[in-house]
C-alpha cells in the first residue's frame, strides 16, 4: 500500500524557513518523479514544485522560484520542501504527491494527508 | 503559463443524476496530458482520470473523461451520494503544471 507521510509544518514566523519532510513507503520511490501541491484554507489547489527520480529535473512555480528549494533523498524514501523567506501567502496545506512516472510530466497518483503551515507574527 | 478556467463553479443537483464538469485550457494541452481530481471535505485530493480519459485504479466505470486540445469533460453518469465533492482538473504537459479553480457538485 502506497503511504505519504508529510511532516515538519507548523506556525513560522513571516521572514522566517520551516522545512517539510514526506516519507514514502509501498512502492519503489526512485522509480518516481515527486511533487508539493499547496491549498491555502478554503481555496483551490496549486503545485509548489516538483522533482524527477533522480533530481535531474526540479520545477517550481513563479510563487515561490528563488524561495522553496525541493530535494529528495532516495535511499531514505523521502522528500523535502526547504521553504525560506516565508510570507502569509504561503499559509496553505501541504501535500505530498507521488508522480505516475519517473519524469516531471506525469499526474499524481497518490496523496498524501498534508501537513499546515501557517506563517503568522 | 497554462489557466485552467472551469465550470460552473457549482452545480446542484440530485443523486441519480448525470453530471458534466467542463474544464477549458488558455492553450493546447500536450499530448492531453489532462487529469481531474475529486476532494471530500478534510480530505487528501484523489485521482479520478489521467490522460483525458483513463479512469485510475478503482475509479468506478460511471466517471469518465474526454476531451483534447483545449476542450475537457468530466462526466458523472448517475451521482451516488459519495460524488458529492470538488473536482479539479490539472494539465501536467508543461511548467509549471496548473490546476483549474474547481467546480462543487451538491446535492439539490
Known amino acids: 500500500e502506497v503511504q505519504l507521510v508529510e511532516s515538519g509544518g507548523g506556525l513560522a514566523q513571516p521572514g522566517r524557513s520551516l522545512r517539510l519532510s514526506c516519507a514514502a513507503s509501498g512502492f519503489s520511490f526512485d522509480d518516481y518523479a515527486m511533487h508539493w501541491v499547496r491549498q491555502a484554507p478554503g481555496k483551490g489547489l496549486e503545485w509548489v514544485s516538483g522533482?524527477?527520480?533522480?533530481?535531474?529535473?526540479?520545477g517550481y512555480a513563479d510563487s515561490v522560484k528563488g524561495r522553496f528549494t525541493i530535494s529528495r533523498d532516495n535511499a531514505k524514501n523521502s522528500l523535502y520542501l526547504q521553504m525560506n523567506s516565508l510570507s502569509a501567502e504561503d499559509t496553505a496545506l501541504y501535500y505530498c504527491?507521488?508522480?505516475?512516472?519517473?519524469?516531471?510530466?506525469?499526474?499524481?497518483?497518490?496523496w498524501g494527508q498534508g501537513t499546515l503551515v501557517t506563517v503568522s507574527s | 503559463e497554462i489557466v485552467l478556467t472551469q465550470s460552473p463553479g457549482t452545480l446542484s443537483l440530485s443523486p441519480g443524476e448525470r453530471a458534466t464538469l467542463s474544464c477549458r485550457a488558455s492553450q493546447s494541452v500536450s499530448s492531453s496530458y489532462l487529469a481531474w481530481y475529486q476532494q471530500n471535505p478534510g480530505q487528501a485530493p484523489r485521482l479520478l482520470i489521467y490522460?483525458?480519459?483513463n479512469r485510475a485504479t478503482g475509479i468506478p466505470d460511471r466517471f469518465s473523461g474526454s476531451g483534447s486540445g483545449t476542450n475537457f469533460t468530466l462526466t458523472i453518469s448517475r451521482l451516488e451520494p459519495e460524488d458529492f465533492a470538488v473536482y479539479y482538473c490539472?494539465?501536467?504537459?508543461?511548467?509549471?503544471?496548473?490546476f483549474g479553480g474547481g467546480t462543487k457538485v451538491e446535492i439539490k
Open positions: 490539472q494539465q501536467y504537459g508543461s511548467s509549471p503544471l496548473t
Open positions: 522533482i524527477s527520480w533522480n533530481s535531474g529535473s526540479i
Open positions: 490522460g483525458a480519459s
Open positions: 504527491a507521488k508522480g505516475g512516472g519517473s519524469g516531471s510530466y506525469w499526474h499524481f497518483d497518490y
